[in-house]
C-alpha cells in the first residue's frame, strides 16, 4: 500500500485551502464510502481513475487521469438515485471483471417506518435492496449506467459492499442488518 494522500471531493483540484482555484462537487455534500476502479474507459489505452462514493442515499463518482486527482465530476450529478425497491443506494463496491466490463455494486437500509413495513412484508429482517448494475463508459471515458440495475439475493443487507473476483468466481459481501437469527 502506498498513502497517496487526502483526497477531497469537495475540493476536486485538490488545491490548498486558502487557494481561490477550488472546483467543488457540488452534488456531493455528505460523500462517504468511496470505491476506486481504474479502468480504460475512452479507449486511448491508459486508464482512468475513478471514484464512486455515496452521497446521503444515492451514488456518484468523479475521475481522473491519475490515482490522486485532480478529479473532475463529468456528470454533476447523482448516478444511482431513487433505485425501486432499494431504501438506500449507499456504499457502492465496483469492480473490473477478467472479462474487461466494470460493474458497480450498491444498496442497502432497512424498511424501518410503518408504510414501509406494509409495502416490504419480509422488509424488516431480509431486504433484498442489492443491486448490480453495469457500466458503460463513453468516448471521453465518462460513466453511463449500461441498463437498468439488477436487484441480488442479498438478505440482510445493511450496509458496507465489497465486490472481488478470484479464479473466474465472483465474491459479494456487506454488513448484516440487526435482525438476522441467531441459527
Known amino acids: 500500500w502506498t498513502d497517496e494522500g487526502f483526497c477531497d471531493t469537495q475540493n476536486l483540484t485538490n488545491e490548498t485551502s486558502d ?4 472546483v467543488k462537487n457540488k452534488w456531493a455534500t455528505k460523500a462517504w464510502a468511496p470505491s476506486g476502479l481504474a479502468f480504460d474507459g475512452d479507449g486511448d489505452g491508459k486508464d482512468e481513475y475513478y471514484l464512486f462514493h455515496t452521497n446521503s442515499g444515492a451514488v456518484g463518482y468523479v475521475m481522473s487521469d491519475s490515482p490522486t486527482g485532480p478529479w473532475r465530476d463529468p456528470l454533476g450529478k447523482t448516478l444511482f438515485a431513487g433505485v425501486p425497491g432499494v431504501k438506500w ?11 474487461g466490463n466494470a460493474y458497480c455494486y450498491f444498496g ?3 424498511w424501518d417506518g410503518a408504510n414501509e413495513k406494509k409495502d416490504h412484508p419480509d422488509g424488516i429482517a ?9 457500466l458503460g463508459f463513453d468516448e471521453n471515458g465518462e460513466v453511463f449506467a449500461d441498463g437498468e440495475p439488477q436487484e441480488m439475493n442479498t438478505f440482510y ?8 473476483q478470484f479464479n473466474g468466481k465472483y465474491y459479494y459481501s456487506y454488513c448484516a442488518n440487526f435482525q438476522v437469527p441467531a441459527s
Open 89 to 99: 443506494c449507499f456504499d457502492p463496491a465496483v469492480l473490473r471483471d477478467d472479462k
Open 19 to 22: 487557494s481561490d482555484s477550488k
Open 157 to 164: 443487507l445493511f450496509e458496507d459492499s465489497e465486490i472481488n
Open 126 to 134: 431480509r431486504p433484498k435492496t442489492g443491486r448490480v448494475c453495469k
Open 108 to 110: 442497502g437500509g432497512i
